[in-house]
């Protein structure tokens, strides 16, 4: 019951919230500001929507698992504060971005340098909290895996219903792993952002009536990073967060080949069209939702096979 509350509340939430947030933001102008170097086509269609809307499934996950303390009094675990701390503190972070850009009209918010910062006081948390005896290499590790989950994610918000998604994907496989662990408020949690979700999906679908922005995306990276390290299973995140993480990788290997090609070559030779690796699919010729729905398929065949991995780990 308490499974199917959570689930059905927060989706409830997300779609009234949805339509009344959508016009508020338009009437207050708060545009997606879309990368200038980015497709054509894409920088056409998605200027004039909104962002922000993160806060369509962030308000009413909070919102459950408040009514839900409040009601049973249980939800007093560490492990799920330091998971709703990761989670709202980044899209705080996130939705000053977000704020930052649409009163610069410009795709540039809080420098780099101050998201890694809090990015680190994130991580600084979780390894005051679960270091094991292993030092600074622990916190070290925490600081990779949350700005690592926050950021990969990040670049995954690019298209109509691609990050909205992913993160569903994703929560379905650290919802099996909290169900098999025992891991009751955590498994409460994800419940709580699948249903919210599932809300936003309805109107981020394509063709989107909004984005997430930072506020959401930033938020879903460090929910999912910050479950991976307080029940230490990060390496879970190779099959739960498959494409965030092929996502990042192209970035790297993108600047690391622009950059050894200038010194070693004299040229810029790049090994994408564009990163991330979705913007690349665009400008080989591939449909918005071609990408999306293929990045789905392979996100929900790794996300299976993490879970069996688990079941087959559980039985053994």
Partial sequence: ?????????????????????????????????????????????????????????????????????????????????????????????????????????????????????????????????YNSGIGLIYLIWAFFIIAGASNSYNLTDGLDGLLGGISFISLLGFSFLFHKLGQIELLYFSIALLGSLAGFLYFNKHPAKIFMGDTGSLALGGAIGSMAMVTHNELYLICFATIPILEALSVILQVLSCKLSKKFLGIDKRIFKMAPLHHHFELVGWSETKIVSRFFLFQLAFTIIGMILISVFSLS
């Fill in 1 to 129: 019951m308490i499974y199917l509350f959570l689930l059905i509340i927060p989706l409830l939430i997300s779609l009234l919230l949805g339509n009344p947030l959508i016009q508020l933001l338009k009437s207050l102008n708060a545009r997606q500001t879309i990368r200038e170097d980015g497709p054509k086509e894409h920088i056409k269609k998605k200027s004039q929507i909104p962002t922000i809307g993160g806060l369509i499934f962030l308000i009413p996950a909070f919102l459950s698992i408040l009514v839900l303390f409040l009601a049973k009094k249980e939800l007093q675990t560490t492990d799920l504060l330091v998971v709703l701390g990761s989670t709202y503190v980044l899209a705080l972070l996130g939705f000053i971005d977000d704020y930052l850009k649409v009163i610069k009209k410009h795709n540039k918010g809080i420098s780099a340098w101050f998201k890694l910062f809090i990015q680190f006081v994130v991580s600084f948390v979780i390894y005051y909290k």
